[in-house]
Structure formats: structure tokens, C-alpha cells
């Protein structure tokens, strides 16, 4: 159980930060919630840097996003996470302050995929799977739940949302390093922890508005990468 924790503190933080989010939304400016918005997102950017320069072998990285953007691109991962996100709006529907309906999926994507994809997510698994260590984890549920506030003040209620896929994909990451832990060698977490980074970019860009990737096409990426790494040293 102790290897979960992490995963269940993640989860909880980011519904705190939800709910705090939702009833504080019509206290906070539009000009405050862009501005802390663009401060995240400048923050999001520079931990993805960070990650992307522990690679120990790029050819690994460029290699595996092409062949995950190529599979995700085919199965439409993009799309159907949108189209989950859309199932969710017809469910839950919110109006804001001139009765227009806000849509969840903007909320969910981001949100999902900025809390479950990057450095903090991959090597704080790893580390509670193999060492049974949350500490990476707990200080990502910090930053999380407070980025869900603003996340959710700014993009609603699918943020909440989020927390689900945070429970169901870390707990996935940890379980699956509880049984190979022995197998990732400390060349592919580094290969890992840059992959994913790369994908974290992509998030920290299309929160600024300077691109539109669609960030889930990219998740394959990560099984290539160990598999990649056993053949190119």
C-alpha cells in the first residue's frame, strides 16, 4: 500500500484544488487567472527543459516520438480522449456568469495530460514502485493541486475530472515499475524522463497559445523507449 500513497496524496490534492478552484472562480480577475495561467505555463517549460537535458542518448527520444506520434496519430488517441471529454460535457454541464455553456474537454485534456505526463510523473513512479519513495511524488501533488485551482477557476469543472486519470494512470506507472523495476536500467529512466519532458513542452507551448499539438498522439512514444534503448547503447 505504501507504494500507492503518492498516487492517492496526487489525487486528493488535485480535487482539494478543484473544489477550491470552483468556488472561488467568480472572486478571481480575468486578468490575475491569465496571468498566473502564463506563469504556469513558463514554469511547466522550464521543468520540461530540465528533463529534456538528462537525456544520455537524444536518437532515443527523436526516434521513439516519431514512432509513438505515428501510432498514436493512427489510433486517434487525441480524438478520443476529446470525444470522452465531450461524453463528460453532455453529463455535466456548467453555465458561467452569461448562461454559455463551458465545456469540460478543454479542462480534462490539459489537465490529465499536464498532471500525468512529464519528469515528476515517470521517475516519481519509478521511485515509489521500486523504492517504495513518494517524496517526488508528494512534492508533484503540491504543485498539482495547486495548479489545479487555477486550472480549474480558468478551465472549469473538467479539471476535477482529471483526478481519475491521475488515480488510474500513476497507479498504473507504479504497479507497472513494482513488477519491472528491475528491468529500467538508470539509461532508461533518463531516456524516459526526456521523452516525456518533450511532451510536457508541448503542453507549457499550447498553454501560451504558440502551438496546437495535440499532446496525447505523442503518449505511445513512451513504450518505444525501452524498447529502444536495449538496442541502441
Do not use: R
Not at 491569465?34 to 544520455?56: F, N, P, R, Y
Not at 516520438?65 to 478520443?80: Q, R, S
Not at 486550472?151 to 513494482?178: D, E, K, P, R, Y
Amino acid at each position: 500500500m505504501e507504494h500507492y500513497l503518492g498516487v492517492i496524496v496526487n489525487t486528493v490534492l488535485v480535487l482539494t484544488g478543484s473544489f477550491i478552484g470552483l468556488i472561488i472562480k467568480k472572486g478571481i480577475s480575468t486578468k490575475i487567472i491569465d496571468t498566473v495561467m502564463q506563469t504556469i505555463a513558463l514554469c511547466v517549460i522550464a521543468i520540461a527543459i530540465i528533463g529534456i537535458l538528462k537525456s544520455e542518448n537524444q536518437l532515443v527520444m527523436i526516434l521513439s516520438m516519431i514512432f509513438g506520434v505515428i501510432i498514436g496519430t493512427l489510433l486517434d488517441l487525441d480524438g478520443k480522449i476529446t470525444k470522452f471529454g465531450d461524453w463528460l460535457n453532455k453529463k455535466v454541464k456548467k453555465n458561467d456568469g452569461l448562461d454559455n455553456k463551458v465545456s469540460i474537454t478543454e479542462g480534462f485534456v490539459s489537465a490529465s495530460l499536464l498532471f500525468c505526463i512529464g519528469a515528476m510523473t515517470i521517475v516519481g513512479s519509478i521511485n515509489a514502485g521500486v523504492l517504495g519513495d513518494n517524496q517526488m511524488l508528494y512534492a508533484k501533488s503540491l504543485m498539482d493541486g495547486i495548479a489545479a485551482i487555477v486550472l480549474t477557476a480558468s478551465l472549469g469543472i473538467g479539471v476535477m475530472f482529471s483526478s481519475l486519470f491521475i488515480l488510474l494512470f500513476q497507479g498504473a506507472l507504479v504497479t507497472l515499475a513494482i513488477f519491472l523495476g528491475s528491468f529500467l536500467s538508470d539509461y532508461m529512466i533518463a531516456e524516459l524522463v526526456c521523452t516525456g519532458s518533450v511532451m510536457i513542452l508541448a503542453i507549457g507551448l499550447n498553454m501560451l497559445g504558440i502551438t496546437k499539438i495535440k499532446v496525447a498522439n505523442l503518449m505511445p512514444a513512451l513504450i518505444f523507449v525501452p524498447l529502444l534503448c536495449m538496442v541502441i547503447k
